[in-house]
């Protein structure tokens, strides 16, 4: 009976002892962790960056150390922010601007409008022809071609003796329109052209203008344009008077991918900066170089001699292709005053005209035309950064007529 005892507690030691190494094996498999109790679960991992969580809000991983990529392989992107060059944007195309700003245009019809609804009467009286004369003079259409309108006028109406609002529309379109001349050559010189020392040089255009018209920003909305028609472009920065305008021209031309050649000067030569902005352009191959000049108050003859001297010295590097003269549309007849002023100072080859749109005043596009001899080249017809557009005779008076 002892002897029995004795074998059964031998086998009782034997199995103890194989449980207890059998319990210290898997501690060992499960890390070494000194309990016996389960481990509390580890929370979960964060879901990856861009994706949601439980609870629908958007998180992203904080930024960690990468390892360096295996020789052969593409380094992992990581989440550190990097600095990156703004887009370079694509203006629109020339072809669709007149068609999209049409309807701005059309804002500025009170003049056509006006015309067709007192012709459209019908046995005009002394009294509705000065009410039409007003309105062409108040339209700053100016008097010599307000009297050969109002002739022309007087005669058709005798010959149609119409009220006919359909004819009445066509024959005040087709007076304005010789008005407006559609024959005049409105092309911009934007093609390099060939120097007297034989060599090409780009097409140089210069910007002129008194001050609050819009200038710097008119060189801007030119540079888009020329951009939009796969122009390579370089713009200069002689308005070294105003410490904003060269800053204002760099912010314009990193829009579209446009060098700005400038002094870190304040009021420096312009000459100086205009020279050396052809000189760049030349070196660069561009197709054109638009330089920005000082906006100047037509009666500073100091000024106005000065801005003769930017042309002579740019014509050392470069033929000038262009000399536009910027007009505010608004301004009426103290706008005629400005371009023949400026006339006189340097050789005006075109017109822009700008705050065109929402005004009565588009007469100017006739009195300026006729007192300068030179074309309405663009106008300008709103804010945006595209609202420059070629100017369209057709386009123009019809927009006139369809208010």
Do not use: C
């Amino acid at each position: 009976m002892l002897e029995n005892l004795w074998l059964y507690l031998v086998i009782a030691a034997v199995i103890l002892v194989g449980g207890i190494s059998a319990l210290v094996s898997t501690r060992r498999r499960r890390g070494g962790t000194d309990t016996l109790d389960e481990a509390p679960p580890r929370p979960a991992a964060p879901p990856p960056a861009g994706e949601e969580d439980g609870g629908g809000v958007t998180t992203a991983a904080p930024p960690g150390p990468t390892a360096p990529a295996a020789p052969g392989e593409e380094a992992p992107a990581t989440a550190s922010p990097v600095e990156t060059a703004p887009a370079v944007e694509q203006p629109e195309s020339a072809a669709g601007r007149m068609v999209r700003l049409r309807a701005r245009l059309a804002r500025s019809g009170a003049l056509g409008a006006t015309l067709l609804n007192l012709l459209s009467r019908g046995d005009l009286t002394e009294s509705d022809w000065e009410e039409i004369e007003e309105t062409l003079l108040l339209a700053d259409v100016g008097a010599g071609p307000t009297d050969e309108l109002m002739e022309a006028l007087r005669t058709k109406v005798k010959v149609l003796g119409t009220s006919d609002p359909a004819q009445v529309r066509a024959m005040v379109r087709e007076e304005l329109l010789t008005l407006v001349n559609p024959e005049l050559d409105r092309r911009l010189a934007a093609s390099p052209v060939v120097g007297d020392d034989g060599e090409p040089h780009p097409a140089t255009i210069l910007m002129v203008g008194v001050n609050g018209t819009g200038k710097t920003t008119t060189v801007g909305k030119l540079a888009r344009l020329l951009v939009a028609e796969d122009r390579d472009v370089l713009l200069g920065a002689a308005d070294t008077f105003r410490a904003a305008a060269a800053d204002q021209l760099a912010t314009w031309g990193q829009r579209v991918g446009v060098e700005v050649v400038r002094s870190e000067r304040e009021g420096a030569d312009p000459a100086s900066v205009a020279f050396d902005a052809v000189k760049t352009g030349r070196e660069s191959g561009v197709d054109v170089v638009i330089v920005d000049t000082a906006g100047r108050l037509q009666n500073k003859a100091g000024l106005m001699d000065q801005l003769g001297k930017i042309r002579r010295v740019v014509s050392r590097g470069a033929p000038v292709s262009e000399v536009l003269l910027v007009l505010d549309a608004t301004t009426g007849q103290n706008g005629m005053r400005q371009a023949q002023v400026f006339a006189e100072a340097v050789e005006i080859t075109g017109i822009v005209l700008t705050k065109l749109d929402g005004t009565a005043k588009g007469g100017i596009v006739v009195s300026v035309q006729r007192e300068l001899g030179v074309p309405v080249k663009f106008v300008g017809l709103g804010e945006g950064p595209d609202d420059l557009a070629p100017f369209d005779p057709e386009a123009f008076v019809d927009a006139l007529l369809e208010s």
